[in-house]
């Protein structure tokens, strides 16, 4: 299977007069290929942004998975097998099993692109592959739309190679694009849109966690395919949404969701222990670096912590290979469609309202000097109250949008010292003899990272409460 990392521009081309301006290097042969694009029945591939094609060109047929990668440059892995007809080889589909639960994969679009273009070459460098993409949507085999798109593509270039070429074919009429991938213009898929502001809280959060629920499945073949840390991140981070808004509407819901609470526990472990080492690694790598004489030593420590985190990605890959995962998305698919209206006092505001008045019990309960386990229970409260805000937020209000950013400045400051805490017990755990002199000072710099925080925190826990009790002190 061969993987690259695809770096793109994509322009549109409105009529027939449009032509590439003169631009320096090397005609590109011309290229006509059919891409053969699949699917699940309920489309979730496309939905996550995720794009699966067999791709004949020559008599030679490979097929391609597109994955987004974080940020919003466009960049996509894009990873490439040959294979026929049949189906996708076994190296791409087993990156989509949580997808394959939805049915099996199906056809969904032909287009066959004609293709033309330069290789811009600048200072010697292959810096990109400017394309013109004469794409024909084809219905059994007859032509039934077209579209011309234009594709400038990283070769050996930067981002600044990216936005001058796309100056320049601006400038030749070319127009700016979403970057919409081709089968999404060839393919409609019903919009699933947030309910409106005044929806009952029932419908809100069910839209909240449908969207926990595609987080997990667009990051799922990342976190499998391991080639981006944020992908995990990501997972992790709709797991632990999931689980705060079931704990935050607890009281609304009794006991309903505590089953599938219970198993995002099981999988958030193991995410958690590879996510936690990632952030770790991260951490003390570039610090070693800067340890001068020590580095050697140094990095032997770091050499366990990598040894540690592939154990723990083994078993990661384990869990997500394993019946009861599945069984998870299918119970958060159920949970989703069949949430009941919540009875009482059901709206985002109050339960928003009362995890804001928690986390400010928990921080008037603190002492002068609290411990690191009492500042590792605020940061808890704080994140229950940032995502009850979120939800809150769905109201369209701007007081709790603000709320969000409070709280989340707040869980940042104190996952720095939980960082600082968790990296010195670490060193602590790993530290030899012949590496107990870098342990030590990149202990005593964890330290000095605690200390900052300590004085920093205060500050920060009371604009987040300041906030979010104005936010919710009068709304209904």
Do not use: C
């Not at 030679?60 to 960049?75: E, F, H, M, T």
């Not at 309903?256 to 958030?268: I, S, V």
């Not at 009492?374 to 109201?395: G, N, Q, S, T």
């Not at 940042?412 to 590496?435: F, P």
């Amino acid at each position: 299977m061969r993987a690259t990392l695809e770096r793109e521009l994509k322009l549109d081309v409105r009529g027939e007069s449009f032509s590439l301006p003169d631009l320096p290097g090397e005609q590109l042969p011309p290229r006509t290929f059919t891409s053969t694009y699949h699917d699940t029945p309920t489309r979730s591939l496309a939905r996550a942004g995720i794009t699966l094609r067999r791709r004949l060109e020559k008599g030679k047929s490979v097929w391609q998975l597109k994955l987004p990668r974080s940020g919003n440059d466009g960049a996509r892995d894009e990873l490439e097998a040959p294979g026929g007809p049949a189906g996708p080889p076994v190296s791409l589909k087993r990156l989509l099993s949580a997808h394959l639960r939805h049915g099996p994969l199906e056809p969904v679009a032909t287009l066959r692109t004609h293709r033309s273009g330069v290789a811009v070459v600048a200072d010697s460098r292959r810096t990109a592959d400017v394309t013109v993409d004469a794409v024909e949507i084809l219905d059994a085999g007859r032509s039934a739309g077209a579209f011309t798109e234009i594709e400038v593509e990283l070769v050996d270039g930067g981002e600044g190679d990216l936005e001058a070429l796309g100056r320049l074919l601006r400038k030749a009429g070319a127009r700016r694009s979403p970057g919409t991938p081709k089968l999404l213009r060839a393919l409609e898929l019903p919009a699933r849109d947030a309910p409106p502001e005044d929806a009952p809280l029932h419908a809100q959060l069910a839209h909240f966690l449908a969207v926990q629920l595609a987080a997990l499945e667009a990051r799922d073949p990342g976190v499998r395919l391991g080639t981006d840390a944020e992908d995990l991140h990501r997972f992790r981070v709709a797991t632990r949404r999931t689980r705060a808004l079931i704990r935050v509407t607890q009281p609304l819901l009794g006991d309903q969701l505590t089953p599938l609470a219970e198993e995002l526990r099981w999988l958030a472990g193991r995410v958690g222990a590879v996510r936690d080492l990632d952030v770790l690694l991260d951490r003390l790598g570039g610090e070693v670096e800067a340890l001068d004489v020590d580095v050697a030593a140094a990095r032997a420590l770091l050499g366990g912590l990598e040894e540690e985190r592939e154990a723990r990605r083994a078993e990661l890959l384990q869990a997500l290979e394993s019946p009861r995962y599945l069984a998870l998305l299918t119970s958060f698919d159920a949970v989703v469609a069949a949430l009941p209206p919540l009875g009482g006092d059901g709206s985002s505001v109050s339960i928003a309202r009362a995890a804001v008045r928690k986390a400010q019990k928990a921080a008037a309960a603190l002492p002068a000097e609290p411990s690191d386990e009492e500042l590792h229970r605020l940061r808890i409260r704080a994140k229950r109250a940032r995502y009850a805000a979120e939800l809150a937020a769905l109201r369209g209000d701007k007081a709790a949008a603000r709320t969000v950013e409070a709280f989340k400045r707040l869980q940042d400051v104190l996952g720095e010292h939980q960082d600082a805490v968790v990296a010195e017990t670490r060193l602590r755990t790993l530290a030899r003899a012949k590496s107990a002199l870098p342990a030590g000072r990149l202990i005593e710099r964890e330290r000095e990272r605690k200390r900052s925080v300590r004085e920093a925190y205060p500050s920060a826990v009371s604009a987040a409460l300041r906030t979010g009790t104005k936010a919710f002190a009068s709304l209904v």
